[in-house]
């Protein structure tokens, strides 16, 4: 493991500048710093949705994908790193497939409700997306690693198949768009 850190504050970033992973110094807005930020925002939004009962697999899980997403932040933090591998990607499929399989086919679309844990996970799904896509357009600009644009499509995908699974563990079930609501 790295340097502890022993000081919260050390002054260097005043300027608008931070350090990366690798010693290197960029810009707070840079679209790298973005990235692995909205990542670092979706592991918390993970974690406020842990802080409310899920089951227990679906608690396992997220927990694991906690885990990951420090590791997916890391990569991005340290140019030239690799942390998620396709044997993560493998495993969120896995994950998905298993937890789909129990719920009915789509006929219309899901609002972001269905119960305090299913609106949690859809926010968490929502910042993924954001992730995402900067993640691709720093792609554009600089070496990103397939498996991490990888990772948060498929995690997004995941997070939306488990709103779905909490909607209906809670006993709200999920809300449909009724797009004749007028």
Known sequence: MGNRLSKIYTRT????????????????D????AVYGTIDEANSAIGVLLAVDVPEDVRALLTRIQHQLFDLGGELCIPG???????????????LDAHN????????F????????????????????????????????ETVRPQALRYLN??????FVLARVLAR???????TWNHERR
């Open 81 to 95: 790193h690799a942390a998620i591998h396709d044997a993560d990607v493998d495993a969120l499929e896995q994950a």
């Open 154 to 159: 498929r995690l997004s995908d995941l997070l």
């Open 110 to 141: 899901i609002l972001p409700a269905g119960g305090e844990a299913a609106s949690r996970c859809h926010l968490a799904r929502t910042i993924v997306r954001r992730a995402e896509r900067e993640a691709v357009t720093l792609a554009r600009a």
């Open 101 to 108: 399989a129990g719920l009915p086919a789509l006929k219309e």
């Open 169 to 175: 563990a809670s006993g709200a079930g999920e809300v």
């Open 13 to 28: 970033g005043d300027d608008g500048s931070t350090g990366l992973g690798d010693g290197s110094r960029v810009a707070k």
């Open 30 to 33: 840079a679209a790298r710093v």
